[in-house]
């Protein structure tokens, strides 16, 4: 029985020892490395290429993190407004392809992909409206994705699921566990 006790505090006192090292955790340590690197109210991005839109991003405001493993900007209304974030995509041709409002979204630079998050609603050009709790966006193939329930509206039909892939236009997309009405086209 005594062996153990001496054992057990031959292993505390290696691991005191071992703690003074480091210098102590502080809340204000860890607040410093949560906070942005930089903070913008009312902010309006505008990403090109090659002189045509890609997309035009506005929030009431905007905190950028630029992590070692990561670049990304965080958008969202004010607190207490009804403002949401818009996102307006284009289209190869550089004309509005759609149009997304969220709660919150999150742009990750590096990736050139956007994911948003809280009440989303998507309207195109040709009026199909898509409603989620959360999209992602890529522009490397231009698709839109929402891994759980979504629902898409347009004059002709009314159509819910899962695990949406789609264009970004919503001239294409699959789901899964799919429910819904569809209204034939007359002529």
């Known amino acids: 029985?005594?062996?153990q006790i001496c054992i057990g505090f031959l292993l505390f006192t290696t691991c005191v020892g071992c703690g003074s090292r480091r210098s102590p955790v502080s809340m204000a340590t860890l607040r410093a490395e949560e906070a942005p690197d930089q903070e913008t109210w009312s902010?309006?991005?505008v990403?090109?290429?090659d002189g045509r839109p890609l997309i035009h991003l506005a929030a009431s405001y905007m905190a950028r993190y630029d992590r070692p493993d990561s670049s990304y900007m965080v958008l969202t209304g004010e607190d207490g407004?009804?403002?949401?974030?818009r996102v307006d995509l284009f289209g190869a041709d550089g004309d509005s392809s759609a149009v997304v409002y969220s709660d919150m979204l999150t742009y990750y630079d590096?990736?050139?992909r956007f994911v948003a998050r809280g009440d989303v609603i998507v309207i195109t050009q040709d009026d199909k409206r898509l409603e989620s709790e959360h999209l992602a966006w890529t522009e490397i193939d231009r698709k839109v994705r929402t891994p759980g329930f979504v629902r898409i509206i347009s004059p002709n039909r009314d159509v819910s699921g899962?695990?949406?892939v789609a264009a970004e236009d919503l001239s294409s997309f699959q789901l899964t566990r799919v429910?819904?009405?569809i209204i034939p086209d007359e002529g």
Do not use: H, K
């Open 81 to 85: 407004s009804s403002e949401r974030v």
């Open 179 to 181: 429910t819904g009405t």
């Open 110 to 112: 590096r990736e050139r």
């Open 47 to 49: 990403i090109s290429e």
């Open 162 to 164: 899962y695990g949406l």
């Open 43 to 45: 902010p309006i991005l």
């Open 1 to 3: 029985m005594r062996r």
